[in-house]
Structure formats: structure tokens, C-alpha cells
């Protein structure tokens, strides 16, 4: 049953599209510089940019989850908590700037980047 949630997206997505364009269309106008064109671009492009975090979330991505939580600790490997299951994730990471990751659990996060 996402059919109507659906349809909202997409109706929230066109809506800030039209705002995106018509701020894209204010700057690119022969007076964009001047001030009033200049504060209605950028009203228009804050206010897709915060209604877009709002209304459109980004779908769950657990690696990036996992690898912002590895960001912050120190040392070439560790363990944090799986951000998918809440296993037990090895990580290390090498010089060249690779970090691999693991899930204890069988067909959970696994990765190497
Ligand atoms: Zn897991």
C-alpha cells in the first residue's frame, strides 16, 4: 500500500522542481545580481533544500551509517555496532584510504571501499 505515499512524493518532488526552476530561471535573468532577484533565488532554493529533507527522506543506507560511526573512531580497526542489526561490525581501514567492514552475522552489511 504505497501507492498513494507515492503519488505524494511525486507531487512534492514536482513542486520543489518548479521551485529549483524558477530560481535557476531568476538567476539567469540579465538582473540577477540585483538584490531582490538575488533574495528570491535563494528564498526559492532554501526552501526546496529544507523541504526536501522534510518531506522527501533519503531511503536508509546502513554502510554509510556504519562508515560516518567508523569516521569517528580512532585506530586502523575496531568494532562498532551493526547499524543493520545491531550485531557486532569489524572494520579496519588501510592507508591507501580502503575501509572494510563486516557484519558477524551471515548475509548482513559486508563491504570493502
Ligand atoms: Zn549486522
Same mark, same amino acid.
Request: glycine share 8%; aromatic share 6%; charged share 25%.
Given at each position: 500500500?504505497?501507492?498513494? +505515499?507515492? @503519488?505524494?512524493?511525486?507531487?512534492? %518532488?514536482?513542486? +520543489? *522542481? @518548479?521551485?529549483?526552476?524558477? @530560481? /535557476?530561471?531568476?538567476? /539567469?535573468?540579465?538582473?540577477?545580481?540585483?538584490?531582490?532577484?538575488?533574495?528570491?533565488?535563494?528564498? +526559492?532554493?532554501?526552501?526546496? #533544500? =529544507?523541504?526536501?529533507?522534510?518531506? $522527501?527522506?533519503?531511503?536508509?543506507? /546502513? !554502510? *554509510? &551509517? =556504519? *562508515?560516518?560511526?567508523?569516521?569517528?573512531?580512532?585506530?586502523? &580497526?575496531?568494532?562498532?555496532?551493526?547499524? &543493520?542489526?545491531?550485531?557486532? +561490525? %569489524?572494520?579496519?581501514?588501510?592507508?591507501?584510504?580502503? !575501509?572494510?567492514? #563486516?557484519?558477524?552475522? @551471515?548475509?548482513? $552489511?559486508?563491504?570493502?571501499?
Amino acid at each position: 500500500m504505497t501507492r498513494p +505515499l507515492d @503519488a505524494y512524493r511525486a507531487g512534492i %518532488r514536482d513542486t +520543489l *522542481l @518548479a521551485a529549483e526552476e524558477a @530560481a /535557476a530561471a531568476i538567476r /539567469a535573468r540579465p538582473d540577477a545580481g540585483g538584490i531582490r532577484q538575488q533574495s528570491a533565488a535563494a528564498a +526559492l532554493e532554501a526552501f526546496s #533544500a =529544507a523541504f526536501r529533507c522534510e518531506a $522527501l527522506p533519503e531511503p536508509r543506507n /546502513a !554502510v *554509510l &551509517e =556504519a *562508515l560516518r560511526a567508523i569516521s569517528d573512531q580512532p585506530g586502523e &580497526e575496531g568494532e562498532t555496532p551493526c547499524p &543493520e542489526c545491531a550485531g557486532r +561490525l %569489524r572494520w579496519s581501514r588501510a592507508e591507501n584510504g580502503h !575501509v572494510w567492514g #563486516a557484519c558477524e552475522a @551471515a548475509d548482513c $552489511l559486508r563491504w570493502m571501499m
